[in-house]
């Protein structure tokens, strides 16, 4: 009869629930491992070939000229670039590649208040120089997103 105890014990912990804690073994530090580089010229072309695919996709750094020469706008706007409430305004859109020269084959007008505007703004395009965008290190083909706006001064 000593015997039913011991077993109804050993019955109950073998059919519990919680599982059976085991301690880990401790392991000591490592120091971190470093990893090589990938082949930049292997993931360099894989991101290019990515930009071209989807011109607007998201990188480190946009292209952006490396001078606003020759200027876009003219500083005295002509009266007929304004629109009926004397707003001018423009916004384009251009592939800039890997080099930093604008493609004027993708050259897109989004929006302007006048082609006198267009023209302008196309012809300073064509001539600036950029910083291509950037992706790990990477220059890759990114389309360059740039506006202007401006209020017709009230006569006094």
């Given at each position: 009869?000593?015997?039913?105890?011991?077993?109804?014990?050993?019955?109950?912990?073998?059919?519990?629930?919680?599982?059976?804690?085991?301690?880990?073994?401790?392991?000591?530090?490592?120091?971190?491992?470093?990893?090589?580089?990938?082949?930049?010229?292997?993931?360099?072309?894989?991101?290019?070939?990515?930009?071209?695919?989807?011109?607007d996709m998201?990188?480190?750094?946009?292209?952006?000229?490396?001078?606003?020469?020759?200027?876009?706008?003219?500083?005295?706007?002509?009266?007929?670039?304004?629109?009926?409430?004397?707003?001018?305004?423009?916004k384009v859109?251009?592939?800039?590649?890997?080099?930093?020269?604008?493609?004027?084959?993708?050259?897109?007008?989004?929006?302007?208040?006048?082609?006198?505007?267009?023209?302008?703004?196309?012809?300073?395009?064509?001539?600036?120089?950029?910083?291509?965008?950037?992706?790990?290190?990477?220059?890759?083909?990114?389309?360059?997103?740039?506006?202007?706006?401006?209020?017709?001064?009230?006569?006094?």
């Amino acid at each position: 009869m000593r015997r039913t105890p011991l077993l109804l014990l050993a019955a109950t912990a073998a059919c519990s629930s919680a599982p059976a804690v085991i301690p880990e073994p401790v392991v000591p530090a490592e120091k971190p491992v470093q990893l090589a580089p990938p082949d930049s010229a292997l993931a360099c072309s894989e991101w290019v070939r990515r930009a071209v695919a989807s011109p607007d996709m998201d990188v480190e750094k946009v292209p952006e000229p490396l001078a606003y020469v020759p200027a876009p706008i003219p500083k005295r706007l002509p009266a007929n670039v304004y629109d009926k409430s004397g707003r001018a305004e423009i916004k384009v859109k251009v592939l800039v590649d890997t080099l930093g020269k604008a493609d004027m084959n993708t050259f897109t007008v989004v929006t302007t208040t006048s082609p006198r505007l267009t023209t302008s703004v196309k012809a300073a395009v064509a001539k600036w120089s950029f910083r291509p965008a950037e992706i790990w290190g990477c220059k890759v083909p990114r389309n360059f997103n740039w506006g202007a706006a401006a209020t017709k001064a009230k006569s006094r």
